[in-house]
């Protein structure tokens, strides 16, 4: 755990993306080993590539992971909120 992490604890408050939102990666994702039949440190999600939260859950009683279902990639991934971003259309 980075030292940047150590410092907030996100779920004081609501979670950033709810349920069904789409939310874009901000980075590529490795496989630290966490998720099954896929070699460690192989991609798991590019950055940029779309998907849609489809569970909600804690780590460490400090953050939320976020079950993000990437559908062309046919796999759900547990990214934290600062590893994603809104992909919803703002107002124009």
């Keep these: 755990m980075s030292a940047r ?3 907030i604890v996100e779920i004081h408050g609501p979670p950033r993306f709810g349920y069904g939102d789409k ?3 901000r980075k590529v994702v490795r496989n630290d080993g966490t998720f099954p039949g896929r070699e460690i440190g192989e991609v798991l999600v590019r950055k940029g590539e779309v998907g849609y939260v489809a569970s909600i859950g804690t780590f ?3 953050f939320y992971i976020y079950g993000v279902d990437f559908v062309d990639r046919g796999c759900v991934v547990g990214m934290k909120a600062r590893e994603l971003e809104s992909a919803e259309a703002g107002p124009a």
């Design 5 to 7: 992490d150590s410092d």
């Design 60 to 62: 460490l009683q400090q």
């Design 23 to 25: 939310v874009r990666a």
